[in-house]
DNA sequence: GCAGATTTGTTCGTATGTATG
DNA sequence: GCATACATACGAACAAATCTG
């Protein structure tokens, strides 16, 4: 970083396309830990708030962990949802991907609803925070997030779980968020909503997933 | 603002959490404009680079521009992408909303492709970046942005552009797409690619778009 | 379990540059 | 040119989380 001023370009943005460049030239590995903000803006010769705005900018594709530091992200997951499942733990199972889900609440709501609320892991990584809403009469009782609410369902109750319809939205991270799929605050989120409906048509579920924006990509292959 | 700190809680997220009530409260319309940072950091009671911090928090509700000021941004569009329709351009015309594009550049790539990029206003609101891909052959010779490149695709050749596979994830917006989207750096961007197909199966466009998350919805009804 | 070192998180004050009207 | 308002950058300090011995 010799330029500093003059160049035109924000130094902040200096550092973090010289941060991009070196993840791309492999020279910094996914998982490798950074050094810390303090050695970092000696080396550019700048001030330490301004690798952090490098840092945030890159917040993709670098992660920082309070107290502990930054590290470079791992590439993301592509989920398919026309593949007939209607949860992504199945599918992301078969392709040897292990999910967990870590139980947040369970909650009584409305006339007779229940709703879940967890935080989904993909190989032990956190990947999503989500809620799923279902009629009581058809939540399963003990859930323990070894795998998905819909598994359960359909295995205490004789119902196949279809999609219906999803909807696709882009958010930053909450404080709250951040903090169970540990990302900085302000990060990117990809939102997925929608419905389900059992084998006969009859709505048995709706969800809603904030999903890590560096891990998540979903696919979808609309019929001719 | 009186708990000043103690709270536990972050001033910038004490700032942005009273920012967002006064919108939900309606105390502050969309297209509002704020008062000045400076004036906003007196209020509060803080530094002005705390209210910075909590305009960019809220970057999906609040936008700001350069050199003039702040303001409550405009609620998000949901667009359906299984209504046949291959472009957004049509469904939204159909609902009335008005839609055009700023040819940011046309150029030549790989063999024989031509690439388009453009912005596209809806309601004279930038709400997309975008790049679509599509064979030198079928390239609409004199795209003027006023309807979308696959109708005029259509217009001058005689096909029929479906979708055929489409991948939703998220993103944070870099400088460039902030500035043509009038966002701020770091505001949550829906990314969506993937490519189309004519009416016979053959590929005859790519595209990626990055759409404002604040303005954005893509909702996708899967066949039962 | 605790104390200290390390590292990131937040906040202030201040200065200067740049875009807009 | 001038005033206003946002954009970037620096230095300093302390808080909070984590790790180590």
Redesign the pocket.
């Given at each position: 970083m010799t330029g500093?001023?003059q160049s035109?370009?924000?130094?902040?943005?200096?550092v973090a396309q010289d941060l991009i460049g070196r993840v791309d030239r492999s020279e910094l590995a996914p998982g490798e830990r950074?050094?810390?903000?303090?050695?970092l803006a000696e080396r550019y010769?700048?001030?330490?708030?301004?690798v952090?705005?490098a840092?945030e900018e890159r917040a993709g594709i670098v992660r920082?962990?309070?107290?502990?530091?930054?590290f470079v992200a791992e590439p993301a997951v592509r989920h398919r949802i026309d593949d007939g499942e209607a949860s992504l733990s199945e599918s992301m199972a078969r392709r040897g991907i292990s999910v967990r889900h870590h139980v947040l609440a369970v909650a009584q709501v409305e006339p007779a609803s229940v709703e879940f609320r967890f935080v989904r892991y993909l190989e032990d990584e956190p990947w999503s925070i989500g809620e799923v809403q279902v009629p009581a009469a058809l939540a399963p009782a003990g859930w323990d997030g070894s795998n998905s609410v819909f598994a359960a369902m359909s295995a205490e109750h004789a119902i196949t779980i279809k999609r219906a319809e999803t909807a696709f939205g882009a958010a930053l991270a909450g404080p709250e968020e951040a903090g169970w799929l540990e990302v900085?605050?302000g990060s990117a989120l990809l939102e997925v909503r929608g419905f389900n409906t059992d084998q006969e048509g009859r709505v048995v579920a709706s969800f809603a997933h904030r999903i890590r924006g560096d891990r998540a990509e979903y696919v979808v292959r609309l019929p001719q």
């Open positions: 500093r001023k035109g370009v924000a130094l902040y943005r200096q950074l050094e810390p903000e303090g050695r010769g700048v001030n330490r708030l301004t952090r705005r840092l920082t962990e309070h107290g502990v530091g930054s900085p605050v």
